[in-house]
């Protein structure tokens, strides 16, 4: 559980930098940051019990809708501009579509990491050569 603990928490970073600098908005696909990010910090972190990849994917995602949406409601503080909701199509399913793709993330990403070859390990090299044989 701690490995996916620390993938999440990477994920949500990954996620955050890679939605912070992207030059365009994505609209009704802002999931797909944190959608690369937990598959690819799921891959890496060889996470390969469904458990721990869904709980890094949520995790990634939650840190980083959290984050990124204090960012941008910050800047409207800062700038001193009003802020207006409007109720749209977009917010209804939005989080629908977040958690759906998160169970997704998850599960392409313990996949992924099961298909992942072990590393290769090396013979271990005897300190001592063998004995001879008897005469």
Do not use: C, W
């Not at 891959?43 to 721990?52: F, N, P, V």
């Not at 939650?62 to 204090?70: A, D, K």
């Amino acid at each position: 559980m701690d490995r996916s603990i620390r993938a999440g928490v990477s994920g949500a970073l990954l996620a955050i930098i890679i939605e912070v600098f992207l030059p365009v908005s994505l609209g009704f696909f802002d999931f797909l940051p944190s959608f690369f990010a937990a598959i690819l910090i799921i891959y890496i972190s060889r996470l390969e019990a469904l458990k721990d990849g869904l709980v890094a994917s949520f995790m990634t995602y939650i840190f980083n809708q959290g984050i990124v949406g204090t960012i941008g409601l910050a800047t409207y503080y800062v700038a001193n501009e009003s802020y207006t909701l409007t109720i749209d199509i977009l917010l209804i399913f939005s989080p629908i579509v977040t958690s759906v793709t998160a169970l997704i993330a998850g599960y392409v990403g313990v996949r992924l990491a099961q298909r992942m070859k072990p590393p290769h390990e090396l013979q271990p090299q005897p300190s001592l050569p063998p004995p001879l044989p008897p005469v």
